[in-house]
């Protein structure tokens, strides 16, 4: 018997009820992993809901969805949700209509863990949800960011005193893990990296309609955080632009037309080309020269993550936190130590102009990252989930 079988089996004996909690299915990298979590943790024999606030849904999910924003879609017949579930009927229009969903589904079903990956950014939210909505129900918390306010809240050491019983933390990178919890007194601490889902990587593989060789940037088009113009001036001032490339910008997001007039003001449209958000963007992640990132914090990034398991080497900004643990400088990628246009450009030119350097980056991509798919990661959440469990 295989080891994961040997895990879902006594997992299933167990019969432990997991519940995630999200803001959504859709659009960004750390609801993509929630949607890969609940895959993972059904894999594992775990009884799986997913509670989300509000749509969209557009990542393939596995277990019940309590969608507490409205009516459960059912993904053409893929995912259909139970009937039982009769408090994701209706619409919630109010805020508080929804936690109220939330809370009479706990009461109901009552749930063994909590695995909660929203964004929390309220002390008084969350001390809402922790005291009143979970209860007792112990909560694994889990913080996608760097940057605390979106995380930890807007008081990170009153959440930490608040999350001392009945709650755990999961931190993604070691950073985050190491020195961000510890710094608001975080108790309870596990480092568990975001992964790869098999599903992700079975995509079957179909060649893209761009035919000029491309640089590739995804995600959500935040500039507050992702800095898509810093990309947009190094590619300009990159020789590859001159000798043919073209900037894939692939996503959705409030600054998309800003961007796209920033791309017209430096006059270098006709070499930008902005696609809409993709659920599934294996292919134009395959067929990239390389991904680029430049944000200004993460947690783990997806991004590279997903570029590299596939084979596409990177360039990213050494920032806060997560690519100095996926990406080793000139290895399988490159890492850009200082937020300058002008360098970037320069590391554009040295990934797609040096073609010896290009071809030794891309073999190292995709076994940099083999200790990021779903088997290893999960039995860190097997562990942290059965801790201390005792099922009557």
């Given amino acids: 018997m ?17 519940c995630l909690v999200a803001i959504s299915l859709g659009t960004g990298g750390a609801q993509r992993v929630v949607a890969a979590h609940s895959q993972m943790l059904s894999a594992l024999g775990y009884q799986v809901t997913i509670a989300i606030l509000r749509d969209p849904v557009d990542y393939a999910y596995s277990g019940e ?7 459960n879609p059912d993904q053409n017949g ?97 950073y985050i893990t190491q ?22 990587l079975d ?3 179909m060649q893209t309609a761009i035919q000029s060789p491309y640089l590739l940037w995804f995600g959500r088009l935040d500039e507050s955080v992702k800095d898509v113009g810093l990309l947009l001036e190094a590619f300009d001032q990159s020789v590859a632009r001159t000798k043919g490339y073209k900037l894939i ?24 080309e902005f696609l809409s958000f993709d659920p599934n963007p294996q292919d134009l992640i395959r067929g990239a020269k390389c991904v680029c990132l430049t944000s200004y914090y993460e947690g783990f990034p997806m991004a590279l993550l997903e570029a590299l398991s ?24 490159l890492l850009v130590r200082e937020r300058n246009s002008r360098i970037f450009g320069e ?15 891309k073999s190292m991509a995709q076994t940099s990252v083999a200790g990021y798919g779903a088997d290893k990661v999960s039995q860190k959440w097997r562990e942290l989930i059965e801790q201390d469990y005792d099922h009557n």
């Fill in 347 to 361: 590391a554009i030119d040295t990934l797609c102009l040096d073609e010896s350097f290009y071809t030794r980056v």
């Fill in 78 to 174: 893929q995912n259909k949700v139970n009937p039982k579930l009769k408090e994701a009927r209706g619409l919630a229009t109010k805020p508080w209509q929804r936690l109220w969903r939330l809370y009479r589904y706990i009461k109901r079903h009552r749930p063994d863990v909590i695995i909660d990956h929203r964004s929390r950014t309220s002390i008084l939210k969350e001390w809402v949800y922790r005291k009143l909505i979970y209860g007792k129900t112990r909560v694994i918390y889990v913080c996608h960011s760097a940057y605390a306010p979106i995380y930890l809240t807007d008081h990170p050491k009153w959440f930490g005193r608040m999350t001392i019983n009945h709650s755990a933390h999961v931190g993604v990178s070691r």
């Fill in 203 to 205: 995509e079957v593989k």
């Fill in 249 to 272: 910008i692939l996503g959705s997001g409030p600054d998309a037309l800003a961007l796209q007039n920033k791309a017209k003001d430096r006059r270098i449209e006709h070499s930008v």
């Fill in 65 to 71: 969805l309590l969608h507490l924003g409205g009516k």
């Fill in 179 to 200: 020195a961000l919890m510890p710094k608001y007194g975080l108790s309870n601490r596990s480092y568990i990296p975001n992964f790869v889902s098999n599903q992700w």
């Fill in 310 to 333: 596939l084979g596409t080497p990177v360039i990213s900004l050494d920032i806060l936190s997560g690519p100095d643990e996926l990406v080793e400088d000139r290895v399988n990628g």
């Fill in 2 to 18: 295989r080891e994961t079988t040997k895990l879902a089996y006594l997992s299933e004996v167990k019969n432990i009820h997991v």
